[in-house]
């Protein structure tokens, strides 16, 4: 069955994060519904990642609850993200440089491998068939992002934005059903950016996936996403469509510092 529209598979409820006397997030709550691309802004200092670190279940809020699919985060261990559906990537990238591309996206299979170190290190026969499930998989990734051309080759020898699309590759590995992307455009130039939202749009389709990006180019996050949620000074401060966001007064205040 398609997932129901009218059910969110992510809800930020009333979330505030606070460091020593600094309130990083204050009170934050909206929802994603399942298929949906949304796109996450704010000036810098806004909460934008403190929030993604908070999905990731890298900081605890000091208040509020994050609930993925009707069940709260806080349930699940860190460790456990990836595994539950929850996919990410970094701003910096963070590949093994010096290996080749295809062992970098059949890294990001392994969070749902059931493999133990002892069988492992005997290459006991349900190992070899897990190996032999992630090498499709991966070909697979591959193929979507084409980087067919460039497998066999080490990160360390790939333009920026081929890198890029081998970390989205990697983060696809473990079958998400969300996919957080911290500033996927960042260090793009304007023809890769283009290439990036067309990207997005395809893997959204083919993989049915909804993802959650936070981004500075505002030209992709108008054209890429059917939700923007603005944030400012670790406030909610706009919450709508595209067109509802760019034109909301406490928006153009925030990014221009005049009144609409």
Same mark, same amino acid.
């Given at each position: 069955?398609?997932?129901?529209?009218?059910?969110?598979?992510?809800?930020?409820?009333g979330?505030?994060v606070? #460091?020593?006397? $600094?309130?990083?997030?204050?009170?934050?709550?909206?929802?994603?519904?399942?298929?949906? $691309?949304?796109?996450?802004?704010?000036?810098n200092?806004?909460?934008?990642?403190?929030?993604?670190?908070c999905?990731?279940?890298?900081?605890v809020?000091?208040?509020g609850? $994050?609930?993925?699919?009707?069940?709260?985060? %806080?349930?699940?261990?860190?460790?456990? $993200?990836?595994?539950?559906?929850?996919?990410?990537?970094? /701003?910096?990238?963070?590949? #093994?440089?010096?290996?080749?591309?295809r062992?970098?996206?059949?890294? !990001? !299979?392994?969070? =749902?491998?059931?493999?133990?170190?002892?069988?492992?290190?005997?290459?006991?026969?349900?190992?070899?068939?897990?190996?032999?499930?992630?090498?499709? /998989?991966?070909?697979?990734?591959?193929?979507?992002? *084409?980087?067919?051309?460039?497998?066999? =080759?080490?990160?360390?020898?790939?333009?920026?934005?081929?890198?890029?699309?081998?970390?989205?590759?990697?983060?696809?590995?473990? %079958?998400?059903?969300?996919l957080?992307? *911290?500033?996927?455009?960042?260090?793009?130039?304007?023809?890769?950016?283009d290439?990036?939202?067309?990207?997005l749009?395809?893997? /959204?389709?083919?993989?049915?996936?909804?993802?959650?990006?936070?981004?500075?180019?505002?030209?992709?996050?108008?054209?890429?996403?059917? %939700?923007?949620?603005?944030? *400012?000074? !670790?406030?909610?401060?706009?919450?709508?469509?595209?067109?509802?966001? /760019?034109?909301h007064?406490?928006?153009?205040?925030?990014?221009?510092?005049?009144?609409a």
């Amino acid at each position: 069955m398609p997932p129901d529209p009218s059910q969110p598979l992510l809800e930020v409820r009333g979330i505030t994060v606070r #460091f020593g006397g $600094i309130t990083a997030l204050d009170n934050v709550s909206f929802a994603v519904a399942p298929g949906a $691309i949304a796109g996450l802004i704010g000036p810098n200092g806004a909460g934008k990642t403190t929030l993604f670190n908070c999905l990731s279940r890298l900081y605890v809020p000091s208040e509020g609850s $994050i609930w993925f699919d009707g069940v709260p985060l %806080q349930s699940h261990a860190a460790h456990r $993200i990836a595994a539950l559906g929850i996919g990410r990537t970094f /701003q910096n990238l963070a590949l #093994f440089r010096t290996m080749s591309v295809r062992d970098n996206v059949m890294l !990001g !299979g392994h969070c =749902r491998s059931s493999g133990g170190f002892l069988s492992n290190a005997l290459r006991l026969p349900h190992v070899r068939r897990e190996e032999g499930r992630l090498a499709e /998989q991966a070909q697979a990734m591959i193929e979507l992002l *084409d980087l067919r051309e460039v497998a066999h =080759r080490p990160v360390s020898d790939l333009p920026f934005g081929t890198a890029k699309r081998v970390e989205f590759a990697r983060a696809l590995m473990s %079958q998400p059903r969300l996919l957080l992307l *911290d500033e996927p455009a960042g260090g793009l130039n304007h023809e890769e950016v283009d290439g990036l939202r067309e990207l997005l749009r395809r893997i /959204q389709r083919e993989l049915r996936l909804t993802i959650l990006l936070v981004e500075h180019h505002m030209n992709l996050v108008m054209r890429v996403s059917d %939700q923007v949620i603005a944030l *400012d000074f !670790g406030r909610k401060i706009a919450d709508g469509t595209p067109a509802q966001v /760019q034109a909301h007064p406490d928006v153009v205040r925030a990014y221009l510092g005049v009144e609409a």
